[in-house]
């Protein structure tokens, strides 16, 4: 029986006001819940997060980081940096850092390496756009960004990871996929992993993102492969967190 994890992703949202209030909030919530609980907050309010959820069920992270260890490369944060901040989790392969900013499945690659390597815990995001989805290569699309990673890595890394589907359609659109279209595209991915390494492939947290709120987390976290939810817009106000939370 695989824990569940319910974490959250602001984005480019917040201030320093507003997240005291936010991350008070969703800490005293946590700490009923029986699931695994994180928000990857931006940069700027990594030292806020540790202050106000250390010691707390609640686990932190960033939303993206550097595939080098240190150097020239300017506005870059890297992997030991985070860990300063006793950050768990941070999210790589963002469905929006792959289509706006140009990360490639070897960048993503790079990055979930150098995450593992200062002891994060990359929740690796992978998922199919509109239009891959209406041409029917979502596996296709799905497997080629896992099999990037397992590349660089190997399948065994798996096992100090987090997965996470994100359609691209689903995200922030409303627009959420049915219990069932995620749960063929985890059971994919799994069986994927299992073809390498059934352990791994059994321990594997693989999480839902796209519009996930109150309404349908529990539906969605009824599926036998989905392992919670990756959240964006509803991680945003306390109570629909925690009622995410709730329903893992
Ligand atoms: P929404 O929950 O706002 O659709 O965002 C999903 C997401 O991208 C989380 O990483």
């Given at each position: 029986?695989r824990?569940k994890l319910v974490?959250?992703?602001?984005?480019?949202?917040?201030?320093?006001?507003?997240?005291?209030?936010?991350?008070?909030?969703?800490?005293?919530?946590?700490?009923?819940f029986k699931c695994?609980?994180?928000?990857?907050?931006?940069?700027?309010?990594?030292?806020?997060?540790?202050?106000?959820?250390?010691?707390?069920?609640?686990?932190?992270?960033?939303?993206?980081?550097?595939?080098?260890?240190?150097?020239?490369?300017?506005?870059?944060?890297?992997?030991?940096?985070?860990?300063?901040?006793?950050?768990?989790?941070?999210?790589?392969?963002?469905?929006?850092?792959?289509?706006?900013?140009?990360?490639?499945?070897?960048?993503?690659?790079?990055?979930?390496?150098?995450?593992?390597?200062?002891?994060?815990?990359?929740?690796?995001?992978?998922?199919?756009?509109?239009?891959?989805?209406?041409?029917?290569?979502?596996?296709?699309?799905?497997?080629?960004?896992?099999?990037?990673?397992?590349?660089?890595?190997?399948?065994?890394?798996?096992?100090?990871?987090?997965?996470a589907y994100e359609p691209?359609?689903a995200i922030?659109t409303g627009q959420t996929a049915s219990p069932q279209q995620a749960q063929d595209v985890h059971a994919?991915?799994?069986?994927?992993?299992?073809?390498?390494?059934?352990?791994?492939?059994?321990?594997?947290q693989i999480l839902y993102g796209g519009s996930v709120k109150p309404g349908n987390a529990r539906e969605l976290f009824a599926m036998p492969d989905i392992d919670g939810g990756l959240i964006g817009g509803a991680?945003?106000?306390?109570?629909d967190f925690l009622a995410i939370c709730a329903a893992a």
């Amino acid at each position: 029986m695989r824990t569940k994890l319910v974490a959250g992703n602001w984005k480019m949202h917040g201030s320093l006001q507003a997240n005291q209030a936010l991350l008070a909030r969703v800490k005293d919530g946590a700490a009923g819940f029986k699931c695994l609980s994180a928000v990857c907050v931006p940069f700027p309010y990594l030292a806020q997060a540790q202050s106000v959820l250390a010691g707390s069920k609640m686990a932190w992270g960033a939303q993206n980081v550097s595939e080098h260890a240190q150097g020239a490369y300017t506005g870059e944060v890297a992997a030991a940096m985070l860990v300063e901040f006793s950050c768990r989790y941070v999210l790589v392969g963002h469905s929006e850092r792959r289509a706006l900013y140009g990360e490639s499945d070897a960048a993503v690659a790079a990055k979930f390496a150098a995450a593992l390597q200062a002891g994060l815990t990359p929740i690796l995001c992978v998922g199919e756009t509109l239009a891959e989805r209406e041409a029917g290569i979502t596996g296709e699309v799905v497997t080629r960004q896992l099999d990037a990673v397992i590349a660089g890595s190997g399948v065994a890394a798996l096992g100090r990871a987090v997965l996470a589907y994100e359609p691209v359609w689903a995200i922030g659109t409303g627009q959420t996929a049915s219990p069932q279209q995620a749960q063929d595209v985890h059971a994919l991915i799994r069986r994927r992993v299992a073809g390498s390494d059934a352990g791994v492939a059994r321990g594997l947290q693989i999480l839902y993102g796209g519009s996930v709120k109150p309404g349908n987390a529990r539906e969605l976290f009824a599926m036998p492969d989905i392992d919670g939810g990756l959240i964006g817009g509803a991680s945003l106000a306390a109570e629909d967190f925690l009622a995410i939370c709730a329903a893992a």
